[in-house]
């Protein structure tokens, strides 16, 4: 299916770009990627794979990310100042993030999807689960954590810095840069790949303040969500890399064993990336228990 938007979708009533692949008499598999990422960030091989296995897929631009609405008008955020303490220049949180998410299920109809988010997409995840556990039916938390602040640390100076690039060409090459560095050390880096990724991004729009809002909505948040993972009820899946340099597999050991019954598995070789040649992997993995949850009539919490 081609790309839509869904217009003025929950509490902020803002329009949301999103794709929708399958039959949609498949369970719904709602993909939520990470911050400053778009839904191309998820590879259309990857979501092949999952309707391959019998899965309706929907991905789509979180707020301040690609076609869907940006928070223009937003104060500028301060980095520096969130970083101390204090983030009143935050425009919004993961909660608000969250309530984004359940409008578009609004919009779309469906009372309750298989929730898969990667990075900050995991946290929202995990804030939707917490938040509006009726709307879950499962979920899958993939290189990402619980906000517990002595795990999931990130390698010191793992992203490219300098100036934001000024042009195409000059955010392409910093794109792939940042990319190499967070990526997979046991498997082969697509330059090509990764350089048409940025460009499609750049193309459907980005900018540096957007950026920096989505980094500042998890400084905004609950600072630790494990007391309250370990109330949930819901069917959990945690999928990370023991080579993440980006949000340490610690992070997802603690995610795993916070969430109750929740399955850990763990990747040698992986960093903060999706390796094609781990696609079908992931995807077993992610097929298997929507469909557990599906045959076993799993209700609605």
């Given amino acids: 299916m081609s790309e839509q938007t869904a217009r003025r979708v929950g509490p902020a009533r803002i329009d949301i770009a999103y794709e929708r692949f399958g039959d949609p008499a498949d369970p719904p598999v709602l993909l939520i990627m990470g911050g400053a990422a778009q839904m191309i960030h ?29 928070m223009s008008d937003a104060p500028a955020p301060d980095v520096a100042a969130a970083m ?64 517990d602040p002595t795990v999931g640390h990130p390698k010191p100076g793992v992203l490219a810095g300098g100036a934001w690039p000024d042009d195409r060409d000059s955010y392409i090459a910093w794109q792939v840069r940042n990319v190499r560095a967070v990526g997979s050390p046991g498997f082969p880096f ?15 729009g980005v900018d540096q303040a957007a950026m920096m809002r989505h980094f500042l909505a998890v400084l905004a948040s609950e600072t630790d969500r494990t007391a309250r993972l370990r109330t949930l009820r819901v069917p959990t899946l945690v ?10 597999v610690s992070g997802g050991r603690a995610t795993a064993a916070a969430i109750p019954d929740a399955r850990l598995v763990t990747y040698p070789g992986l960093g ?18 929507v469909h557990e949850v599906e045959k076993g009539g799993h209700r609605l919490a």
């Fill in 42 to 70: 998820w590879p259309e091989e990857f979501c092949a794979a999952l309707v391959e296995r019998g899965l309706q897929v929907i991905r789509f631009d979180s707020r301040d990310a690609g076609r869907s609405t940006r």
């Fill in 84 to 147: 101390a303490g204090d983030t009143s220049s935050a425009s919004y949180n993961l909660s608000d993030m969250a309530a984004d998410t359940v409008g578009l299920l609004d919009a779309l109809g469906l009372d309750g999807v298989h929730l898969v988010g990667l990075s900050m997409g995991g946290m929202i995840a995990q804030t939707i689960a917490l938040e509006y556990p009726r709307r879950v039916l499962s979920l899958t938390s993939m290189s990402s954590t619980t906000g």
């Fill in 190 to 204: 697509d330059e090509a790949a990764a350089a048409d990724r940025a460009g499609r991004a750049y193309d459907r």
């Fill in 239 to 248: 999928l990370h890399g023991l080579d993440d340099p980006m949000i340490d």
């Fill in 272 to 289: 903060h990336s999706l390796p094609p040649e781990l696609f079908s992997a992931f995807a077993d993995e992610i097929a298997g228990l």
